[in-house]
């Protein structure tokens, strides 16, 4: 098999506070190729953004990470200054899920996908580099871009900001783009346009594709294959069709319910059933301890026992796999037939 675009094995991220430390990202381990989509899913809090960035090397103060990040062959976390800086950019790019702190507000556009250039070829002349955004803002479909180069990040509307953050991010070709929650304030109409263009500037230049999101929509319409975090680890990794369609984690199967949908079933009163919220809220990372991190919330803790609460579950493989892909589920249950039809 070829190396993949990003191999990342047992990554832990933690966090210290006021002498508390916490990991946020608890033993992950990830593997994407070239050309592939793999979406980061889950709730808010559950480490999808903190994974992007401790791929990219971009944690906040206090934070840390330890493990192995492979990127186009580059190790990302024994990396120095100057191999990062080569890195971004032209190995991995991210999309941020605001665009308009993503832009500086004293740049124009063009100033931002020329700087991007020339920071990764000094040779470049400023002429060419401005050339080659009015290239990339064509390509992303921005209207008369020799015009819109000298525009600033608030002329723009937030459709068009996402459209030159994607510019800036891919001028340089890098083999693996994070996009986090790139659709997000955005309204549907112009949320399926962003989508439809990652695919196609996917497609056409053959990169891998990180996108976190907490919209199984969104994920729906882009993804090859999904990973759920909960907590910070790993609840249930598989193909799309796997994850959609047999989902072996209650968790995978509470956010898929919470999902809304065109064909949900009507109640005998002929009006549509309410979304199914999961109970309770998100588990305290400073709180976790040993056992499954979503006891307290899974309806189906009570036919496991003790065994939920003392023991953590690890991602096992399941038999199930529709897609005959590897399909994992971190769950002391074996099987969900009765969750899964809730799920479809």
Known sequence: MPDPVLQVEDLCVS?????????????????????RTLAVVGESGSGKTITGRAIMRLLPRGASARGRIVVAGREMLSADERELRRARGSDVAMVFQDSMSALSPY????????????LHDPSVTRRAAR???????????????????????HEFSGGMRQRAVIA???????????????????????????????????????????????????????????????AGRQAEYGSLRDIFDQPAH????????????????????????RLRAIPGAPTS????????????????????????VVETPLPTVRPTSESGGLHLAACHLDRLPALQEVAR
Not at 131 to 153: H, S, W
Not at 212 to 226: M, Q
Request: hydrophobic share 45%; charged share 20%.
């Open 15 to 35: 966090f210290t506070s006021g002498g508390v430390t916490a990991d946020v990202v608890r033993d992950l381990s990830v593997r994407l190729d070239g050309g």
């Open 107 to 118: 740049l124009d556009i063009g100033a931002h996908i020329a700087q991007a250039v020339r």
């Open 131 to 153: 050339a080659r955004a009015v290239e990339m803002l064509d390509r992303v479909g921005i209207p008369e871009p020799a015009n819109a180069v000298c525009r600033f990040p």
């Open 168 to 230: 800036m991010a891919l001028v340089n070709r890098p083999a693996l783009l994070i996009a986090d929650e790139p659709t997000t304030a955005l309204d549907v109409t112009v949320q399926a346009q962003i989508l439809a263009l990652l695919r196609e500037l996917q497609q056409e230049y053959g990169m891998a594709m990180l996108l976190i999101s907490h919209d199984f929509g969104v994920v729906g319409s882009v993804a090859d294959d999904v990973l759920v975090l909960y």
């Open 250 to 273: 209650p968790y995978t199967v509470g956010l898929r319910a919470a999902t809304p949908r065109l064909d949900a079933r009507l109640d005998t009163g002929g009006e549509r059933t």
């Open 285 to 308: 990372l400073r709180d976790a301890g040993p056992g499954c991190a979503f006891a307290p919330r899974c309806g189906l803790a009570d036919q496991v026992g003790e065994r939920c």
